[in-house]
């Protein structure tokens, strides 16, 4: 059976970033009280059943081994440093040295935050053709637009969805990568390119999922304020929207293939509301299916887990108890 191994792109100076960066690592910086961009992205391999995870570091390593020394809950961490920068191509080549026989992987930039689903872009790299796919993702404008007709302005729109996709930074490779005649430099403006003309290159593509780079303080502050209220699962994650003496709302995101663990609540009473996506609730009898748009209420006591046959949004809006979970079955391992 194939085995796939995670790599993290860990050793950038984070210039951009700077003072921050000069004794911080930018992989280390907190986007939540002691939960790192890197604690996220570990996070994420192993929900997504990879168990071991090269880290790919340069610019104080020393800070990143402190924190993580050769295990992370359960994931298995080695190390592999350039003795002096190179690009992020040299890093990747040095990294698929490490790769043992039977061995592919899914390696991620040290800076993105995304809510993928990784186990999915396994899967389907597994199934295709080319040795290489990036993830890819429609681009959000970062300025508002306008829309002109004739000799005049029609509207304003903030910050759409254009109809452009970027790289998201999260490439799977099956084990081996030709990496042409080039040994320096960004991969993604030598190799990535030189691929795309010779027909090797593919793509996995999720839209309408949390996405960004940190790269500036601004999407620093971004990125901090998307976590203010919250917690990731490994199912997706859970927001909390309004809590308030009367009642609460949160948002769930649950990716396709995933569910919440069987539980129930003693005294919160809560109706969901599927913003997008598809899936079912299984209660103890039975399973009832939900679409966007669709209303379901839970009472107080009923024992159930929320299914996502594909990416699910959910509002959910409730009693005031944010504590009242009991968990009958966990389908996870322990963070």
Not at 156 to 179: C, M, R, T
Not at 308 to 334: F, G, I
């Amino acid at each position: 059976m194939t085995k796939t191994v995670g790599m993290i792109l860990c050793g950038g100076f984070g210039k951009r970033l700077r003072p921050l960066t000069e004794r911080v690592p930018k992989p280390l910086i907190e986007i939540r009280d002691d939960y790192t961009i890197l604690d996220k992205q570990l996070f994420d391999f192993k929900n997504a059943g990879v168990d071991k995870v090269l880290l790919l570091t340069g610019f104080l390593s020393d800070k990143i081994r402190e924190r993580y020394g050769d295990d992370y809950k359960g994931v298995k961490i080695e190390y592999v440093e350039e003795s002096e920068p190179l690009g992020t191509l040299n890093a990747i080549k040095l990294g698929m040295e490490h790769l043992g026989d039977g061995e592919q992987c899914v390696i991620r930039n040290g800076d993105v935050v995304a809510d993928l689903n990784i186990k999915k872009m396994i899967e389907q790299g597994e199934k295709s053709d080319y040795p290489l796919q990036i993830f890819v993702t429609k681009m959000v404008s970062p300025y508002g637009i306008v829309e002109i007709s004739g000799d005049r302005l029609v509207s304003f729109k903030e910050k759409p969805v254009l109809d452009y996709y970027i790289n998201g930074g999260v490439y799977f490779s099956n084990g081996d990568i030709n990496f042409g005649d080039f040994d320096v430099g960004d991969i993604e403006k030598t190799v990535f390119p030189m691929l795309a003309k010779e027909n090797q290159l593919g793509y996995y593509k999720e839209n309408g999922l949390f996405w960004m780079a940190i790269d500036t303080t601004k999407e620093l502050e971004q990125i901090r304020k998307e976590y203010q209220n919250r917690e990731d699962k490994p199912w997706g994650y859970e927001k909390i929207l309004i809590n308030t003496e009367k009642y609460l709302t949160k948002e769930l995101f649950i990716r396709e293939g995933y569910q919440t663990s069987f539980h129930y609540h003693e005294q919160k009473d809560e109706t969901m509301y599927i913003v997008s996506g598809a899936g079912y609730i299984e209660f103890e009898d039975r399973k009832e299916y939900f679409g966007k748009n669709d209303t379901i209420r839970i009472e107080p006591g009923e024992v159930h887990s929320i299914v996502a046959m594909e990416n699910t949004v959910l509002h959910e809006v409730s009693t005031p108890h944010l504590q009242d979970t009991v968990r009958v079955k966990d389908y996870y391992p322990a963070r």
